[in-house]
């Protein structure tokens, strides 16, 4: 499927942009700056795993699709756009993981692609009718996740790593219907 192939490419060419900001010293060869680039690190490894985990369940949505129509062409193209923003918002944050507001624009960047994914979702769902639908759960318990991240990062910024992480949980478990087939 083209869009799947279109996506997966895009999705690769993101993940080689998160890694190219970890740079590691020419000179300085010590454990103290190896110590120094763990928080880059820990953005890092959580940001990487969250947009595997939303590739995923992307795959597993376009195994079932029959018919790729113009509206979930659009849809595609708004998700990977703001997925396209989190080697940015990681970066930032990455640098000073302390930061509320780097760690607010980290946050706000996986809310706003998680509403996209879930608008891509809810959009071939519509054009496919065919497709069975997951439970709306799964959704419900993602979006309560990231607003109490995002209230919660005022206090300790870092949370929204586990968040993230708590997020990847929800999502990283395919759907039983798609496994059975």
């Not at 029959?66 to 979930?72: D, H, L, N, S």
């Not at 930061?99 to 706000?108: C, G, I, R, T």
């Not at 318990?141 to 790593?161: G, K």
Request: hydrophobic share 60%; charged share 10%; proline share 4%.
């Amino acid at each position: 499927m083209t869009l799947e192939a279109f996506t997966d490419g895009v999705v690769a060419i993101i993940i080689t942009i998160l890694v190219l900001d970890l740079h590691l010293s020419d000179t300085n060869h010590t454990l103290a700056e190896l110590a120094a680039k763990v928080p880059t690190f820990i953005a890092y490894t959580t940001s990487f795993i969250g947009i595997a985990a939303i590739w995923i369940n992307h795959h597993h949505i376009f195994t079932q699709v029959k018919t790729v129509t113009e509206p979930i062409l659009w849809t595609n193209i708004n998700f990977l756009f703001w997925l396209s923003l989190s080697p940015a918002a990681t970066a930032w944050f990455g640098s000073d993981i302390m930061s509320p507001l780097a760690a607010f624009v980290y946050q706000f960047d996986i809310i706003l692609f998680n509403l996209a994914f879930l608008w891509l979702r809810r959009t071939v769902l519509h054009e496919n009718h065919e497709i069975d639908s997951p439970r709306i759960s799964r959704e419900v318990a993602s979006i309560a996740v990231n607003v109490v991240a995002l209230i919660a990062l005022w206090v300790f910024p870092p949370i929204v790593f586990i968040a993230l992480l708590a997020n990847v949980s929800i999502w990283v478990i395919p759907w039983r219907h798609i496994l059975q087939r």
